[in-house]
Every structure is written in C-alpha cells, then in structure tokens.
C-alpha cells in the first residue's frame, strides 16, 4: 500500500473496507419525523416522571416511619383482629319499659346504624307490647317494626321484673315527674348476662346521645364487666364507684346467678338512693371491674352547670387534676402565644372527646324527653362566666356562654332526633313549684299558649294526640304538632 511521500501516493485513494448493508440503508435513511421525535421525547419525560415519584415516596414513608417510632414497635392488638371478627358474636343490648323509653332505644339504635356499627342488636321490652300494628295509632307497635326492619334489632320480650322502691329516698326532686314510678324496673338491664349467645355485649342506658359507634370495646381485654368510674361521687362517700349507664360484659349464667343472690340481699333493705341495680353491680364488681376513662365514656350533662370558669377547682374529678394549680402554660417549650392551654376546662373539647353524653345530674330538671318547666330552666341552666346589664339598665349583657351553648345544644339535639326517628313530641313538662312558692310546668305553659294564641285546650290535645298517632315517616306529621306553648325556647 502507498504511503504518503511515495511516488506512487494517490491521495484521493480509498483503501478501506465498504461499508455493510446496515451502514448503507441507514446512510440512506430519511431523518426521524418530528412525531418519532416528540415520542421519544416523552418517554424520557415518562422516566424522569417515575424516578422523582419512587424517590419522593420512599423520602415520605421514611418520614412517617420516623415520626411513628420503630419499624418494628409492637402494635395495639385490636387493629390486628378488627378485620377479621366475626360480630356476630356480639351485641349492643338496649332495655324499654314503657313507650316513651322504647322510643329512647330506638334512637340508640338509629345512632349506631348511622355511625356503621357492625355488631347486632338487642332490644329487651315488656311482653304486654307486640309488633301487630292495629291502627295508625298503636305507636309502640309501629317502633317495634321499625326497629326490626329499618335497624336489624333483635326483639325479645320478657316479663319486665320490678321492686318496689322507697320514692321519697329516690326521687327527691321538688316536682311530679309523669315518667317517676314507685317500681324500680333497672332490673332489666341485668338480663344482658343471660345473653349467652354472644361473647361480649355492651349495655347501654338509653338517656344518652351517641358520638360515634363503640364496636373497638368488644375488643377489650376479656373481664367479667367494664365500666367507668363515677367520679361524681367523692371516693370517701357511700355513694356507689362505678356507673352502670356502660355496661361492657361478657354474658355467663354464673354472674347472673351472683347478681341474683346479691339483689335478694340488697332488696330487704327497702331504703336505698339509686336503682338497685346500680347497688348490685357496685357491690359485686367496684373493686374488680376493668375501669374505662370517664372522659371519653361517662361525659354528664351536669358538668357543664358546674361552674364557667374554666380553671374552677369544681372540674377537677372530670379533668383529674384541679386545673387552678396545674403548671401554667409558660413551662411548656413548645407553648406560645396562640397555643390554648389544654389544662383547662373546655366544654368543647371536652364533647369532641366523649364517645357518649350521659343526660344525669341534671335534677330536678326532667330527662331531655320531657319538657322544661320555664321557672326552673332559668335556675338550672349553665351560668355565663360574666353578666352585667347594659348603659342604660335595660338588657343583660351575658359573655363567656360556652358551658350553657353546649348544655343547651344537647337538649335541643335530642328532642330533634326523637321527633325525626320516633315522630314524637315532648312528655308535658311536670309541675314544678320553685323556692319562692311560684307554680310552673303544665299550667304555666298552658297559660302562655293562651296569650300567644297558640293552640291549647281541647284543640291543643287533639293536635298533640293525632300528632302522636301519625306514622313515623314524617317528621312534621310524627311530630311536628306541637303546642307553641308546650316548645321550649333555646
């Protein structure tokens, strides 16, 4: 071969190999079109996409893991089986022993088919009431029938066992309370541990509203009963330790034969300030019942009367601690200026922390399904933390109201609600006479309905009467008939 400096070098000369088929067909190929470009184009974007994606959630799920503690850290034993139960084995119970706590249970029940509560129900009422509907107005017998087929509640009627109580020692309260009987029925409620059927069941007293359902306690570590502390009544008072408006039980034929024994000791003793019931299940289990937080489960209507002021030594059983001499605020190194300080009383709070509010310590105030006399409300009702009249002595000035908003909200909810399931109004509020010897309740209502031109009399009943007697599907025909007298204004 010729190199360069030869005499024979022809630089135009091309000695190298020719090219394969490969190289000519791709020498001679058309430049790419612009949507082979574009194409390309967004499956680099597509990658780069998928890569930032992967690496943000694997920054996100090392975050969480941290902010969770231990990858490995042992978790709560209910989140692992909560899925997997089988609810048929358990049961909320609900007991009625006239019309107006039939329709008590009803709205029980209608809470916890809101709310998606998986497990069955039970509904104990007396033998005397039946599901055959004779006319529009056989409204036990409509509440029954809904109850089955609109909330799936089993129904069981019983003999509805009673003792006679000591009224004077029970029910002090200064006025006739149409729902008062001298028959202690709380019996009832303790036919739960013949529920044999299921493995737990949760007892509830229907003067309650419903926050949410409350199928996690099933999951409770196995005990005889769960209840909460009545921190209402002082540990050094003869007053009974533990509330049975929450019954967690687990159904045997042996503690109900040890409730029976213990009753029929407790029942010779005519003279007693609770329900025998509440004795009985004080007296077999305060030392030995697996105790819930009474800040979740055992909220009171009264605690919101105590007092306005949220530092109070009054709410100390409730919070558990007296929040007057609780470290201040300023200690805490996260606390500024806009933080609230969590050591104090918040009605609010204290709601959107309770699974359930319990409508006790009220009295002498009636149960929320009945009326309020107009005389009494005034004294009973939650004070404002601050009142003075106005400039010119003509209107009170009320601030600081939260305890008395809540208080009143709840009142007002229920006597909602029972309209809207059971389509019935208010009992009549009771005769109240206050300190001051001025009559109140029915007449006073009564009378009021006259000036105002309301309906009243023998029209008044027959509109409260056909109001009680229409089907439930309506609320303003169920029970949107209702003196203007008769309201209470909230």
């Known amino acids: 071969m010729a190199r360069y400096g030869d005499s024979d070098y022809d630089p135009d000369y091309d000695d190298s190999p020719p090219p394969s088929p490969q190289l000519k067909a791709f020498r001679n190929a058309s430049p790419p079109s612009i949507f082979r470009r574009t194409s390309l184009r967004l499956r680099r974007l597509r990658g780069l996409i998928i890569v930032i994606l992967l690496t943000t959630s694997v920054f996100y799920l090392l975050a969480q893991l941290r902010r969770r503690g231990p990858l490995f850290a042992p978790k709560h034993e209910p989140s692992l089986k909560y899925k ?9 119970s609900q007991y009625a022993t006239d019309s107006d706590h039939l329709c008590n249970a009803l709205m029980i029940f209608e809470a916890l088919h809101r709310y998606g509560s998986k497990a069955e129900r039970v509904l104990m009422y007396p033998e005397t009431m039946d599901t055959m509907i004779s006319d529009i107005r056989d409204r036990d017998s409509q509440l029954l029938v809904k109850a089955r087929d609109e909330f799936g509640v089993k129904l069981m009627p019983m003999a509805i066992p009673h003792i006679v109580r000591n009224t004077t020692a029970f029910n002090p309260a200064p006025y006739t309370d149409p729902s008062t009987s001298k028959w202690d029925q709380s019996l009832t409620k303790l036919n739960a541990f013949n529920l044999t059927q299921y493995l737990r069941v949760i ?3 229907n003067d309650l509203t419903l926050n949410t359902h409350l199928d996690t306690l099933f999951l409770l570590p196995s005990t005889p009963i769960a209840m909460t502390r009545a921190y209402w009544n002082p540990p050094s008072s003869s007053e009974p330790l533990l509330s049975p408006h929450l019954l967690i039980l687990e159904p045997s034929s042996t503690e109900a034969a040890r409730l029976d024994a213990t009753i029929a000791t407790l029942s010779t003793n005519p003279v007693y300030t609770t329900s025998i019931a509440d004795l009985a299940l004080n007296t077999l289990y305060a030392s030995s019942a697996l105790v819930l937080p009474h800040t ?4 009171r209507t009264s605690q919101l009367r105590l007092s306005p002021d949220p530092s109070s030594p009054l709410h100390s059983p409730f919070l558990g601690y007296d929040p007057s001499t609780y470290p201040p605020p300023s ?3 996260v606390y500024n200026s806009q933080t609230p300080n969590l050591a104090l009383w918040d009605p609010r709070r204290a709601l959107r ?4 509010i319990h409508f006790a310590g009220d009295e002498p105030l009636p149960k929320p399904w009945v009326l309020w006399p107009q005389n009494l409300l005034a004294e009973i009702r939650p004070k404002c933390r601050e009142e003075h009249w106005d400039v010119d002595k003509s209107k009170m ?11 009143m909200g709840l009142y007002e909810d229920f006597r909602k609600r029972r309209k809207a399931v059971c389509g019935l109004l ?11 010897g001025k009559k109140g309740g029915k007449a006073e209502e009564e009378g009021k309905a006259r000036k105002e031109g309301g309906l009243v009399g023998e029209r008044g009943d027959k509109a409260e009467r056909e109001g009680r007697g229409r089907m439930m599907g309506s609320g303003t025909e169920g029970g949107g008939v209702e003196r203007e007298g008769g309201k209470v204004v909230l």
Request: negative net charge; hydrophobic residues 40%; charged residues 20%.
């Open 426 to 436: 208010s009992v009549p509020a009771p005769i109240y006479i206050d300190g001051k």
């Open 397 to 407: 000035i009320e601030e600081g109201c939260e305890n008395r908003e809540v208080w």
């Open 296 to 299: 979740t489960y055992a909220l």
């Open 84 to 92: 997997n139960v089988n609810w048929k084995h358990y049961a909320y």
């Open 331 to 333: 200690l805490d190194p």
């Open 353 to 356: 922390h309770a699974a359930l």
């Open 203 to 205: 007892h509830l007293d």
